[in-house]
């Protein structure tokens, strides 16, 4: 048996892949002092000395004797009573610990690192590096600061230094900054470590944030140590200062690229077994092509055996070889109602590589194009599992070389060997020596014993992994002697299960599903069966108790059980099944009289969602349909957990309200989507909106609801907007007004005028959007609508503004404002001052403004809106540039531009660029504010951003006149009378980008 220890990071012990429970933190700390002895013996005395120092109690000994002996018992299961300890043995006055230092990751890393040099240095520092999980003995507060510790830490800066350097060296920027970012962050004050991330930064054409590292590193040394810095950070700061290196940045800027660094792959499997030929077989085929050819490789083979398992190993092994990220999709290909469209796999990887939601292309073949443009020059490895045909995964594959992609199926996929030249793995079964060994180490000293039965039940399974971890767990199920009656079960029912037959009697599983199902509790069985009927890939104790309409504790007991007989796959704490017991489990079910989802989940979803969307968007609540509140239990949500929840369980929810769309519960994607448009279109998931929506509406007509067919086809309208289609959302919402109308709905009206106006003033019709916008606002006061008058006023202060209308645009703005403190709605009121502050600017009212901009920036940081928060910051660095104080307006204007790139709000980015650009003109640099311009230029071309682009071409036409230029400009953002996310919704954030100036 083998023993595996982890200290960088928690503490944790696994036991031939199963992790130990260590006991309590003194126990730990006993362990973790005899890893930091690195193999030598550590004297009763100074274990003694580091647990009380100088005042030991007088049970000391006892304690110290006592925690050994449990760590033996623990970590030596089945060491015989008063035999001689191995692991950890008794040696002269003291304890050492007999584990293989390559078993020990503080170790291994020590090893990599100092072994790491010449061609092999970069594998080996990113293999020492993907070790470090935090700071050592993380949870052993006794050693938190022990002298043995403290060079650990020592030794990580140093190995992300090198890395860095060795990164910096190879051209992948972004992973060199990543390094030295991380590096810095645990010693702020070593300077040479910020002098490599200063010249990192202005590598990659970033020199705002060159020059805002190095002044905050001045003001800590001076603060902190009371010196100035030393010659490596004066000399890194310099070469920003001088002009040829200012020359030589500016050509590295423009050639460096931002690139996403995608880590997707799947876990490796606990307790793979074999397969060394095949891991060779695929280092033959997909590492060393013939020139001038894309490698695609296809491992193919019957169900369950072991392809992805094969696929992930190899991945992990060969992850080194493709510095610029690893891609993951499971497709789903066998899955009856669910296989992944290629356009949402595509989709998917684009924002892997870095592409914003609102930036993906709604055509499947323009998506494919753009990914195939993220992957030009990049050694990528694709990694498509589960895939069920060529038309999955042609759309899928790179153009160029450089990358690799590696497909799983059950089909030979010959299509794709033929007109793509791939290379084709089929594998087999494991082979008799590797299947019993996997039985042995699953099912233990009863395979051992039990020779014959052992090699029987191997054959009987096929020798398929899937179906031995299943059968070994049955043996740990039973009695000792139940590895021969399993043999005996085996042979009664190996042909019950025709649905899950994969056509080779070798390989029939579904006599071993039907087992280890018939020997469930009454509770799982149910449980494993309703798991069949759930539309989405996976489930939390939540979900699970609402399927049984039971108690969330019984379910998760359940679950437990079922993972442990690998009926589900447990990832964290939700619960997923392989596809061929999702089938199994939906042929039960349906046998048992259960033929669709129970409304009960649905209610979950629809309730859960809704109370998500309550916490982050309450403004909003009165136009969502009222949800009521089932009697079970709903997580509990706050405005940090309710993202994350909607982020999760997104594709469930999706899933779930197709499945129910298609068999004939239309009410629950009706609902669904109107309750979740926000989040849909906030986070940039357009894809998944579109989807639900054309769901939606199709079943809101199916049933007549027209008062709903009008409420989504607004919505419609809304993502329509969020992607630049601004005909098609128009025709929507046309439509939405007609239906309106038909229903004598004016609370359908008004939405739709206002979304109306929202697209006149995108296409830089302002006068047709302040005429729209003006009839919403008299509309909504005639309601007495609050919430809908003051987003009117906000976006019509916003036309005005556009129009040079300061006076009106200044009074609609304060009503707005007046308006939004008087029904609590912070964000609306921060926007609103956002856009007074630039009417004050125009009109050469500075401290007005920048009152304006800080009271907007409290808001913003109280409500944690980051994308306001940066609006606010730009503003700020408009107002300190007209006053003259460029120090300032930079500090400011490179916070900014960080938040707008860590949320991906691009035309914030483009804006705050720009406005870099200005105070480096303004600042006698106009080298660098070229660099600003062009880079903004491009960006706004990208994302058909007319004013920044305008912006930019005038920065670029007169740098010498940058100071009569308007610095503060207009911001990026737009609000709409109720589907605006910044006008009084107290919602998240918008990516769009201003129309026309």
Same mark, same amino acid.
């Given at each position: 048996?083998?023993?595996?220890?982890?200290?960088?990071?928690?503490?944790?012990?696994?036991?031939?892949?199963?992790?130990?429970?260590?006991?309590?933190?003194?126990?730990?700390?006993?362990?973790?002092?005899?890893?930091?002895?690195?193999?030598?013996?550590?004297?009763?005395?100074?274990?003694?000395?580091?647990?009380?120092?100088?005042?030991?109690?007088?049970?000391?000994?006892?304690?110290?004797?006592?925690?050994?002996?449990?760590?033996?018992?623990?970590?030596?299961?089945?060491?015989?009573?008063?035999?001689?300890?191995?692991?950890?043995?008794?040696?002269?006055?003291?304890?050492?610990?007999?584990?293989?230092?390559?078993?020990?990751?503080?170790?291994?890393?020590?090893?990599?690192?100092?072994?790491?040099?010449?061609?092999?240095?970069?594998?080996?520092?990113?293999?020492?590096?993907?070790?470090?999980?935090?700071?050592?003995?993380?949870?052993?507060?006794?050693?938190?600061?022990?002298?043995?510790?403290?060079?650990?830490?020592?030794?990580?800066?140093?190995?992300?230094?090198?890395?860095?350097?060795?990164?910096?060296?190879?051209?992948?920027?972004?992973?060199?900054?990543?390094?030295?970012?991380?590096?810095?962050?645990?010693?702020?004050?070593?300077?040479?470590?910020?002098?490599?991330?200063?010249?990192?930064?202005?590598?990659?054409?970033?020199?705002?944030?060159?020059?805002?590292?190095?002044?905050?590193?001045?003001?800590?040394?001076?603060?902190?140590?009371?010196?100035?810095?030393?010659?490596?950070?004066?000399?890194?700061?310099?070469?920003?200062?001088?002009?040829?290196?200012?020359?030589?940045?500016?050509?590295?800027?423009?050639?460096?690229?931002?690139?996403?660094?995608?880590?997707?792959?799947?876990?490796?499997?606990?307790?793979?077994?074999?397969?060394?030929?095949?891991?060779?077989?695929?280092?033959?085929?997909?590492?060393?092509?013939?020139?001038?050819?894309?490698?695609?490789?296809?491992?193919?083979?019957?169900?369950?055996?072991?392809?992805?398992?094969?696929?992930?190993?190899?991945?992990?092994?060969?992850?080194?070889?493709?510095?610029?990220?690893?891609?993951?999709?499971?497709?789903?290909?066998?899955?009856?109602?669910?296989?992944?469209?290629?356009?949402?796999?595509?989709?998917?990887?684009?924002?892997?590589?870095?592409?914003?939601?609102?930036?993906?292309?709604?055509?499947?073949?323009?998506?494919?194009?753009?990914?195939?443009?993220?992957?030009?020059?990049?050694?990528?490895?694709?990694?498509?599992?589960?895939?069920?045909?060529?038309?999955?995964?042609?759309?899928?594959?790179?153009?160029?070389?450089?990358?690799?992609?590696?497909?799983?199926?059950?089909?030979?996929?010959?299509?794709?060997?033929?007109?793509?030249?791939?290379?084709?793995?089929?594998?087999?079964?494991?082979?008799?020596?590797?299947?019993?060994?996997?039985?042995?180490?699953?099912?233990?000293?009863?395979?051992?014993?039990?020779?014959?039965?052992?090699?029987?039940?191997?054959?009987?399974?096929?020798?398929?992994?899937?179906?031995?971890?299943?059968?070994?767990?049955?043996?740990?199920?039973?009695?000792?002697?139940?590895?021969?009656?399993?043999?005996?079960?085996?042979?009664?029912?190996?042909?019950?299960?025709?649905?899950?037959?994969?056509?080779?009697?070798?390989?029939?599983?579904?006599?071993?599903?039907?087992?280890?199902?018939?020997?469930?509790?009454?509770?799982?069985?149910?449980?494993?069966?309703?798991?069949?009927?759930?539309?989405?890939?996976?489930?939390?104790?939540?979900?699970?108790?609402?399927?049984?309409?039971?108690?969330?504790?019984?379910?998760?007991?359940?679950?437990?059980?079922?993972?442990?007989?690998?009926?589900?796959?447990?990832?964290?704490?939700?619960?997923?099944?392989?596809?061929?017991?999702?089938?199994?489990?939906?042929?039960?079910?349906?046998?048992?009289?259960?033929?669709?989802?129970?409304?009960?989940?649905?209610?979950?979803?629809?309730?859960?969602?809704?109370?998500?969307?309550?916490?982050?968007?309450?403004?909003?609540?009165?136009?969502?349909?009222?949800?009521?509140?089932?009697?079970?239990?709903?997580?509990?949500?706050?405005?940090?957990?309710?993202?994350?929840?909607?982020?999760?369980?997104?594709?469930?929810?999706?899933?779930?309200?197709?499945?129910?769309?298609?068999?004939?519960?239309?009410?629950?994607?009706?609902?669904?989507?109107?309750?979740?448009?926000?989040?849909?279109?906030?986070?940039?998931?357009?894809?998944?909106?579109?989807?639900?929506?054309?769901?939606?509406?199709?079943?809101?007509?199916?049933?007549?609801?027209?008062?709903?067919?009008?409420?989504?086809?607004?919505?419609?309208?809304?993502?329509?907007?969020?992607?630049?289609?601004?005909?098609?959302?128009?025709?929507?919402?046309?439509?939405?007004?007609?239906?309106a109308d038909e229903v004598g709905d004016s609370l359908v009206r008004v939405r739709a005028l206002g979304n109306l106006g929202h697209v006149y003033q995108w296409q830089g019709r302002y006068a047709e959007a302040a005429r729209t916008l003006a009839e919403v606002v008299t509309m909504a006061r005639n309601a007495d609508d609050r919430v809908t008058e003051a987003r009117g006023l906000g976006n019509l202060g916003q036309v005005r503004l556009r129009q040079g209308r300061h006076a009106d645009a200044a009074d609609d703005?304060?009503?707005?404002?007046?308006?939004?403190?008087?029904?609590?709605?912070?964000? &609306?009121?921060?926007?609103?001052?956002?856009?007074? @502050?630039?009417? !004050?600017? =125009? %009109? $050469? /009212?500075?401290? #007005? +403004?920048?009152?304006?901009?800080?009271?907007?920036?409290?808001?913003?940081?109280?409500?944690?809106?980051?994308?306001?928060?940066?609006?606010?910051?730009? &503003?700020?660095?408009?107002?300190?540039?007209?006053? @003259?104080?460029? !120090?300032? =307006? %930079? $500090? /400011?204007?490179? #916070? +900014?531009?960080?938040?707008?790139?860590?949320?991906?709000?691009?035309?914030?980015?483009?804006?705050?660029?720009?406005?870099?650009?200005?105070?480096?003109?303004?600042?006698?640099?106009?080298?660098?504010?070229?660099?600003?311009?062009?880079? =903004? %230029?491009?960006?706004?071309? #990208?994302?058909?951003?007319?004013?920044?682009?305008?912006?930019?071409?005038?920065?670029?036409?007169?740098?010498?006149?940058?100071?009569?230029?308007?610095?503060?400009?207009?911001?990026?953002?737009?609000?709409?009378?109720?589907?605006?996310?910044?006008?009084?919704?107290?919602?998240?954030?918008?990516?769009?980008?201003?129309?026309?100036?």
């Open positions: 048996m083998t023993l595996r220890i982890q200290v960088l990071g928690p503490m944790r012990v696994w036991l031939d892949d199963e992790p130990l429970p260590l006991g309590p933190p003194a126990q730990r700390a006993v362990l973790g002092l005899l890893v930091l002895a690195g193999g030598q013996p550590v004297g009763l005395a100074d274990l003694i000395d580091a647990f009380w120092g100088d005042r030991p109690p007088a049970s000391a000994l006892n304690v110290i004797q006592t925690h050994v002996k449990r760590l033996r018992r623990l970590l030596e299961p089945g060491r015989a009573p008063h035999s001689r300890s191995e692991v950890l043995p008794y040696l002269g006055n003291g304890y050492r610990l007999g584990v293989a230092s390559e078993q020990i990751d503080i170790m291994r890393f020590r090893r990599l690192v100092r072994h790491a040099a010449g061609g092999g240095e970069v594998a080996a520092l990113t293999e020492a590096l993907a070790l470090w999980q935090g700071q050592p003995f993380a949870d052993v507060p006794l050693l938190a600061d022990h002298p043995r510790v403290r060079p650990i830490v020592a030794e990580h800066r140093a190995a992300l230094g090198r890395y860095g350097a060795a990164m910096l060296a190879a051209g992948a920027v972004d992973r060199a900054i990543g390094a030295f970012e991380e590096a810095v962050t645990a010693d702020p004050l070593d300077e040479a470590g910020q002098a490599r991330l200063v010249r990192a930064y202005a590598v990659a054409g970033r020199r705002a944030q060159a020059f805002t590292t190095y002044h905050a590193v001045r003001r800590r040394l001076a603060d902190d140590l009371g010196v100035d810095p030393g010659p490596e950070l004066t000399a890194a700061h310099q070469e920003l200062l001088n002009e040829d290196s200012r020359a030589q940045v500016a050509v590295s800027s423009a050639a460096a690229v931002s690139r996403t660094v995608p880590a997707e792959l799947p876990p490796d499997v606990p307790g793979f077994t074999g397969r060394e030929h095949e891991l060779g077989e695929l280092d033959r085929l997909t590492l060393a092509p013939e020139p001038d050819t894309i490698v695609i490789t296809v491992v193919s083979g019957t169900a369950g055996v072991g392809k992805t398992a094969l696929a992930a190993r190899w991945a992990h092994r060969a992850r080194a070889r493709f510095p610029d990220g690893l891609l993951y999709i499971d497709l789903r290909g066998y899955d009856p109602e669910q296989p992944v469209a290629p356009g949402a796999a595509l989709a998917r990887f684009l924002r892997s590589l870095g592409l914003p939601g609102e930036q993906v292309p709604s055509d499947v073949e323009e998506r494919a194009a753009r990914y195939r443009s993220l992957l030009d020059g990049r050694r990528v490895l694709v990694l498509l599992d589960n895939a069920a045909s060529v038309d999955q995964v042609r759309p899928l594959l790179p153009g160029s070389v450089g990358s690799a992609v590696l497909v799983t199926s059950r089909d030979r996929l010959p299509g794709l060997v033929v007109r793509h030249g791939a290379r084709r793995l089929d594998l087999d079964v494991l082979r008799r020596e590797d299947a019993l060994q996997l039985l042995r180490r699953l099912a233990g000293e009863w395979a051992t014993a039990q020779n014959a039965a052992a090699e029987a039940l191997a054959a009987q399974c096929a020798r398929l992994p899937l179906a031995l971890r299943i059968a070994a767990e049955l043996v740990h199920q039973r009695a000792p002697g139940a590895l021969t009656e399993v043999v005996v079960e085996l042979d009664d029912h190996r042909r019950r299960l025709d649905l899950l037959s994969t056509g080779d009697p070798h390989s029939d599983m579904g006599a071993v599903f039907s087992w280890s199902y018939r020997d469930l509790p009454p509770a799982a069985a149910r449980m494993f069966r309703l798991l069949g009927l759930h539309a989405g890939t996976d489930v939390d104790g939540y979900a699970a108790a609402a399927l049984i309409d039971g108690e969330e504790a019984t379910a998760r007991e359940s679950l437990a059980l079922l993972a442990g007989r690998h009926l589900v796959q447990r990832n964290g704490d939700r619960y997923g099944m392989h596809d061929l017991l999702r089938a199994y489990a939906k042929d039960l079910a349906v046998k048992d009289g259960e033929a669709d989802l129970p409304r009960r989940i649905l209610e979950f979803y629809l309730s859960t969602a809704a109370m998500a969307m309550d916490v982050l968007y309450p403004a909003e609540r009165g136009r969502r349909p009222r949800v009521p509140r089932p009697a079970r239990a709903l997580p509990s949500l706050d405005e940090a957990t309710a993202p994350a929840w909607l982020d999760t369980e997104r594709a469930n929810l999706v899933a779930t309200a197709v499945h129910a769309a298609e068999h004939g519960q239309a009410w629950f994607p009706v609902q669904l989507a109107l309750v979740l448009l926000r989040h849909l279109e906030s986070g940039g998931h357009y894809a998944d909106a579109v989807t639900l929506h054309e769901h939606a509406l199709r079943a809101a007509e199916s049933v007549a609801d027209r008062h709903s067919a009008a409420q989504l086809r607004i919505n419609v309208g809304v993502v329509a907007i969020q992607q630049g289609r601004y005909a098609t959302a128009s025709a929507e919402l046309q439509q939405a007004l007609t239906l703005l304060r009503t707005s404002v007046a308006i939004c403190r008087d029904i609590g709605d912070a964000v &609306g009121e921060a926007y609103a001052l956002v856009y007074l @502050g630039h009417v !004050e600017s =125009a %009109l $050469g /009212r500075y401290d #007005e +403004a920048g009152g304006h901009h800080e009271h907007a920036l409290t808001l913003f940081r109280g409500a944690a809106e980051p994308a306001g928060e940066a609006y606010a910051l730009d &503003g700020l660095g408009g107002v300190d540039l007209l006053r @003259g104080d460029h !120090e300032r =307006a %930079l $500090g /400011r204007l490179s #916070e +900014a531009l960080a938040l707008f790139r860590r949320i991906g709000e691009r035309a914030g980015e483009a804006r705050v660029t720009n406005s870099l650009g200005e105070v480096a003109a303004a600042a006698g640099r106009p080298a660098e504010a070229r660099v600003h311009h062009l880079s =903004a %230029l491009r960006l706004a071309e #990208e994302i058909g951003h007319r004013f920044e682009q305008s912006r930019a071409q005038a920065g670029l036409t007169s740098v010498a006149a940058v100071r009569s230029l308007r610095p503060a400009g207009l911001p990026g953002r737009s609000l709409t009378p109720v589907d605006a996310r910044t006008g009084g919704s107290g919602s998240r954030r918008s990516r769009n980008p201003p129309g026309p100036p």
